[in-house]
T-cell receptor, first 116, second 110 residues
Framework: GAGVSQSPSNKVTEKGKDVELRCDPISGHTALYWYRQSLGQGLEFLIYFQGNSAPDKSGLPSDRFSAERTGGSVSTLTIQRTQQEDSAVYLC??????????????FGPGTRLTVT | QKEVEQDPGPLSVPEGAIVSLNCTYSNSAFQYFMWYRQYSRKGPELLMYTYSSGNKEDGRFTAQVDKSSKYISLFIRDSQPSDSATYLCAPNSGTYKYIFGTGTRLKVLA
């Protein structure tokens, strides 16, 4: 079946502009996660959705970052007034409780964001 | 101290070598220990997982957990160039919150 998809795959933007990153999770997966991956930093947790609610937003680095999920499916991560330090790969993952491990996460290919 | 520590590498080995990848962690509540593999410009994918202490073998891969020393290992036997990737450990306490290591970049030379 179809996996997690993300768009765009690459995004180059100028400092100060807003960007929207999209994630389409695996159909039926109720949980959705956003991570940020920078060189040498590993995967940094940003936000967790269960359905359309976000019970854990603790990883969002500043109020310039926001995310929403609609219809229990598609999610959008928005970064306002982008800064150069926002340059990274943004990964989305989804999970259900029926995986090999609790909350087994399936990742999309990521969006590579470059802020110039 | 970080919750999960992992040597970032890169680790270069000749084809056919045995590879040992390791992580240490600090949270004794972790019960599930995952290894994810990430190829260049792709998302991570679950390679293996272990519940609690002990070993688990899957083909050329063996995952090992020592909870007493909070040490996680992944061994790759007869390594192949196709194993060249970044390997991330991810211990978990059975909740939605995964804590990923920084990943170790492995290169297997033909």
């Amino acid at each position: 079946g179809a996996g997690v998809s993300q768009s765009p795959s690459n995004k180059v933007t100028e400092k100060g502009k807003d960007v929207e990153l999209r994630c389409d999770p695996i159909s039926g997966h109720t949980a959705l996660y956003w991570y940020r991956q920078s060189l040498g930093q590993g995967l940094e947790f940003l936000i967790y959705f269960q359905g359309n609610s976000a019970p854990d937003k603790s990883g969002l680095p500043s109020d310039r970052f926001s995310a929403e999920r609609t219809g229990g499916s598609v999610s959008t991560l928005t970064i306002q007034r982008t800064q150069q330090e926002d340059s990274a790969v943004y990964l989305c993952a989804s999970s259900s409780l029926g995986g090999r491990t609790p909350y087994e996460q399936y990742f999309g290919p990521g969006t590579r964001l470059t802020v110039t | 101290q970080k919750e999960v520590e992992q040597d970032p590498g890169p680790l270069s080995v000749p084809e056919g070598a045995i590879v040992s990848l390791n992580c240490t962690y600090s949270n004794s509540a972790f019960q599930y220990f995952m290894w994810y593999r990430q190829y260049s410009r792709k998302g991570p994918e679950l390679l293996m997982y272990t519940y609690s202490s002990g070993n688990k073998e899957d083909g050329r891969f063996t995952a090992q957990v020592d909870k007493s020393s909070k040490y996680i290992s992944l061994f790759i036997r007869d390594s192949q160039p196709s194993d060249s990737a970044t390997y991330l450990c991810a211990p978990n306490s059975g909740t939605y919150k995964y804590i990923f290591g920084t990943g170790t970049r492995l290169k297997v030379l033909a």
